[in-house]
């Protein structure tokens, strides 16, 4: 089998199981690994001094593990294909999260125009960072929005961009520092120190890949102004990288998203991003499922083709 099959196969079977099956929860999972190890030298190391450089260590420790350990596994198996091809492909769909990311969007829609505000608001907690108790029905609706279009680029075009990269032992490595970011990465007293550099890191390996998405956006769109929206609102996000697919979304949809929110108790006053504040209907959700089914659907298309030329 030729160099360029061995990597088009896996990402298409991963694809392909992704779609079929998202994240089952009776399925186990190499992110509940690693945020198991993540939350056990968080519990030993994050207290007394030297955090910043605690934290540092363990996230260079754990993300060369994950790099390591997956290319040892799949060097060890490169000369028998057929075991190297599965291998690889359970790798990929580990590293996707379209389906999931769709699913779970869906679910908060769906819970909170069946069951009510309160389990609406339940249900995305799942899914989100802020705090979800106080939140309407448009800031819940605001919030999936926004989760849809960050998530896209961190659970589906930057481990992709990875894959391209190094295979699937650099999607998981990308996969580790993600998950790193979303446990320790946050600016209050507990983790200011012992993770910024998570956040940091975090911030770096996902600067191509949110732009990239972003644009991608724009064009499977064909949205004028979500480009324009890009350039006038994607650098003001307090992160550097989540304001500009936002941004994208909001010029697609001509909506408002951003605002105040608060986080682990702490009331986050983050830019307002788009212009236009209206109710948000069903049709802005399924475009945006499209959206991000047919970014994920290109982008593979597109890694096919440069591995084939």
Not at 151 to 170: E, R
């Amino acid at each position: 089998m030729s160099q360029e099959l061995l990597i088009i196969i896996p990402l298409l079977t991963g694809f392909l199981l992704d779609t079929l099956l998202g994240d089952p929860l009776w399925l186990p999972h190499p992110i509940r690994l690693f945020g198991n190890s993540i939350s056990y030298l968080t519990r030993k190391l994050n207290s007394g001094k030297h955090r910043k450089i605690k934290g540092a260590l363990m996230a260079i420790l754990l993300i060369s593990i994950t790099f390591g350990g997956f290319w040892a596994m799949l060097e060890l198996v490169r000369k028998i294909e057929f075991v190297y091809v599965a291998l690889a492909s359970i790798g990929v769909f580990y590293g996707l999260a379209n389906r999931s990311l769709i699913s779970e969007a869906h679910k908060v829609i769906k819970v909170l125009e069946t069951q009510g505000l309160e389990a609406g608001r339940k249900q995305l907690s799942y899914i989100v960072g802020r705090e979800t108790s106080n939140l309407n029905e448009q800031q819940i609706r605001t919030a999936v929005l926004e989760t849809l279009a960050e998530n896209l680029s961190d659970g589906v075009i930057a481990p992709l961009f990875f894959y391209l990269l190094g295979g699937v032992p650099a999607m998981m490595a990308y996969k580790m520092a993600n998950t790193l970011d979303s446990m320790v990465g946050y600016k209050s007293d507990r983790f200011r120190q012992f993770g910024w550099f998570a956040a940091r890191f975090d911030d770096v390996i996902n600067f191509v890949p949110a732009r990239i998405t972003a644009l991608l956006m724009v064009i499977l769109s064909v949205s004028p102004r979500g480009l324009m929206y890009i350039f006038r609102y994607g650098h003001k996000h307090s992160s550097p990288n989540a304001g500009y697919p936002e941004a994208a979304l909001s010029g697609i949809l001509n909506c408002r998203f951003g605002g105040p929110n608060t986080y682990h108790g702490v009331l986050v006053s983050k830019p307002y991003v788009g212009k236009m504040f209206r109710p948000f209907t069903n049709a802005d959700f399924y475009k945006t499922y499209l959206l991000n089914f047919f970014s994920c659907l290109v982008t593979i298309g597109l890694i096919c083709l440069y591995v084939i030329l």
